[in-house]
């Protein structure tokens, strides 16, 4: 209250408010709650509420809803029908060659908002217990500590409470082992996975996961089937076809059966519906080698004989017996986890800003790891078409460049094609996630930033519904014919816009300078969408132009600059150690 951080205040009063208190000291917090009280509504207007990363987002989903975007930046229609943390622009569509992946279903450009979804599961890197919240990853200002370790701080009560009921209660009791024992933070993501479900849904998870396996052999043998007998048409091949047939449709009848018994139970009993989207994300289980497969199986036992100890078994096995049904099949959760993340996990960092300015010496800090199901669909580009970060513990994808309907909507894994060369980039992606890039940079072999200029872009042929793709010719007026459409054109028009681009991106970066974000990002949108209408890259000032509005939209995220007397005792500490 002496720091006038009533928000603050109060929030301490009712954490006190939880202790059995004398007389006197319960008369006491009553006054205070109450002049804290009268204090915020009296000057309601003029405080900043603490939970901004709360009132962000809400701002943002109520954008999707509303149809707009968030600050004013369009957003192509309202929340997907069947993934909500999805705008209806876009849909997830899955094919042999590239799985599971994301589709423009109309028209996108730069600066929409495509989603907004917040983690399954995520741990912080232990470095940052200390400073940020252990269930939302906010910065703390007044935290709040679990009521049995000293391991973990909290931003409130809210936060708090959710934890402590669901995984926390779990890991509070092991977290010294867990951290000491140098599991990587992905393995403590695929623990949480576990603990902040109760046993009951961890086994209806897996219950589904087993539906779907025998679905997926059922289709593989049903194809096979039909395979046989098309090459067989021999009697005896007929009648074997027709048991095989018939013993399927008994097994079908059977599983029909026993469907609408589990509807009766679950009808009964019912924990709620369970989102089966990630845990069904790739593994590649298949692909994997012997040594891997039990590197995974040794951790997932390990993390099977914590969950032993700490309670999370009604009566669990002793440690010189075979573990119980229910316990194998939490392990093997354990090791789907342990496999899928590798593939589909997210770091999420918040953005360090410099002390002198915004932009010039700000970076990322990787707080931690999460997984984002909706997100973790999307493909790899090494020339991504969206930008992400992340307000308060939800991931924020917008796009950076304008989309076509059908256009893939990738984003990226790491290796950019301005900082890496296509032989690093491709022993990179080959290396953690299995697959070798086929995006246009790639394909094409685009030159990296030090040997990228503006003159390898190429202008779009003028006519409509023609792809031809010209080389930047110097004669403005000069006709030419379209290998594509066969006509006569003139790009002059083209080159003009494109120089009017080159301008603008110099206007938006001049104001990204002065740190007037909005209308960096309003400058800078509108550049790009008109770049792309006329022109096709690699063009050096454009991707220079998307890489400051990616920086810019990060602005809209987490962010901290270190206060003036924090910095100072940094300096002043680094001075110290340096003497020494």
């Known amino acids: 209250m002496a720091l006038k951080e009533y928000h603050f205040a109060l929030e301490d009063l009712h954490l006190a408010a939880e202790y059995d208190l004398p007389d006197k000291s319960s008369e006491e917090l009553r006054r205070r709650r109450e002049e804290c009280e009268r204090i915020l509504r009296d000057n309601e207007s003029s405080l900043v509420p603490i939970d901004l990363a709360a009132k962000n987002i809400n701002r943002l989903v109520q954008s999707i809803s509303d149809q707009k975007g968030g600050d004013g930046v369009p957003l192509n229609g309202a929340v997907n029908s069947e993934l909500r943390w999805l705008s209806d622009a876009l849909e997830i569509r899955e094919t042999a060659a590239a799985g599971k992946h994301a589709v423009a279903t109309v028209e996108i450009h730069p600066g929409d908002i495509l989603v907004i979804e917040p983690p399954l599961a995520g741990c912080l890197l232990p470095e940052f217990y200390g400073t940020h919240c252990q269930h939302c990853y906010a910065r703390l200002k007044a935290p709040v500590g679990c009521p049995n370790c000293s391991s973990v701080a909290f931003c409130g009560r809210k936060c708090r409470d959710v934890a402590i009921t669901t995984y926390h209660k779990y890991e509070c009791k092991i977290l010294g082992l867990l951290v000491g024992s140098g599991m990587s933070v992905l393995s403590m993501v695929a623990f949480r996975m576990v603990t902040q479900e109760s046993l009951r849904k961890c086994l209806k998870i897996y219950k589904e996961l087993k539906k779907n396996d025998e679905k997926t052999a059922t289709s593989s043998s049903t194809t096979a089937l039909n395979d046989d007998a098309k090459s067989v048409n021999s009697r005896s091949a007929k009648r074997r076809i027709r048991r095989k047939k018939l013993k399927e449709s008994i097994r079908?009848?059977?599983?029909?059966?026993?469907?609408?018994?589990?509807?009766?139970?679950?009808?009964?009993?019912?924990?709620?519906?369970?989102?089966?989207?990630?845990?069904?994300?790739?593994?590649?289980?298949?692909?994997?080698?012997?040594?891997?497969?039990?590197?995974?199986?040794?951790?997932?036992?390990?993390?099977?004989?914590?969950?032993?100890?700490?309670?999370?078994?009604?009566?669990?096995?002793?440690?010189?017996?075979?573990?119980?049904?229910?316990?194998?099949?939490?392990?093997?959760?354990?090791?789907?986890?342990?496999?899928?993340?590798?593939?589909?996990?997210?770091?999420?960092?918040?953005?360090?800003?410099?002390?002198?300015?915004?932009?010039?010496?700000?970076?990322?800090?990787?707080?931690?790891?999460?997984?984002?199901?909706?997100?973790?669909?999307?493909?790899?580009?090494?020339?991504?078409?969206?930008?992400?970060?992340?307000?308060?513990?939800?991931?924020?994808?917008?796009a950076i460049r304008s989309l076509r309907l059908g256009d893939v909507i990738a984003e990226n894994y790491g290796p950019i094609f301005t900082k890496r060369t296509l032989a690093e980039r491709q022993r990179t992606l080959a290396g953690r996630y299995w697959f070798r890039c086929t995006c246009k940079a790639c394909e094409e072999n685009w030159p990296c930033f030090e040997n990228l200029t503006n003159d390898s872009v190429r202008l779009r042929c003028p006519t409509a519904g023609c792809n031809g793709l010209h080389s930047c010719v110097q004669q403005r007026s000069k006709l030419i014919k379209c290998a594509s459409c066969q006509k006569k054109i003139c790009l002059e028009d083209q080159l003009a816009c494109l120089r009017e681009c080159e301008e603008l991106y110099e206007r938006g970066l001049a104001s990204m300078e002065d740190e007037r974000v909005d209308e960096a990002i309003e400058t800078l949108c509108y550049a790009l969408k008109r770049f792309h209408q006329v022109a096709c890259p690699p063009h050096r000032s454009t991707h220079l132009a998307e890489i400051a509005l990616s920086s810019c939209l990060a602005d809209c995220g987490n962010t901290w600059r270190p206060a003036l007397k924090e910095r100072t005792a940094d300096a002043r500490t680094d001075s110290i150690v340096m003497r020494k």
């Open 252 to 398: 079908s009848q059977e599983a029909i059966n026993t469907k609408k018994q589990e509807n009766t139970e679950s009808h009964e009993n019912d924990d709620g519906v369970i989102d089966m989207a990630p845990y069904n994300l790739v593994t590649h289980a298949d692909k994997r080698s012997s040594k891997d497969f039990l590197e995974r199986s040794l951790m997932a036992a390990f993390l099977l004989k914590c969950l032993q100890r700490i309670g999370f078994f009604a009566c669990p096995t002793p440690d010189d017996e075979v573990p119980g049904t229910e316990e194998i099949i939490v392990a093997a959760l354990l090791l789907r986890n342990l496999q899928l993340l590798q593939f589909n996990a997210h770091e999420f960092f918040e953005t360090r800003l410099n002390e002198k300015h915004r932009f010039r010496g700000s970076r990322p800090v990787y707080l931690g790891v999460a997984i984002y199901p909706t997100v973790a669909r999307f493909n790899h580009d090494c020339y991504p078409a969206v930008t992400r970060y992340f307000d308060g513990r939800h991931i924020v994808i917008r």
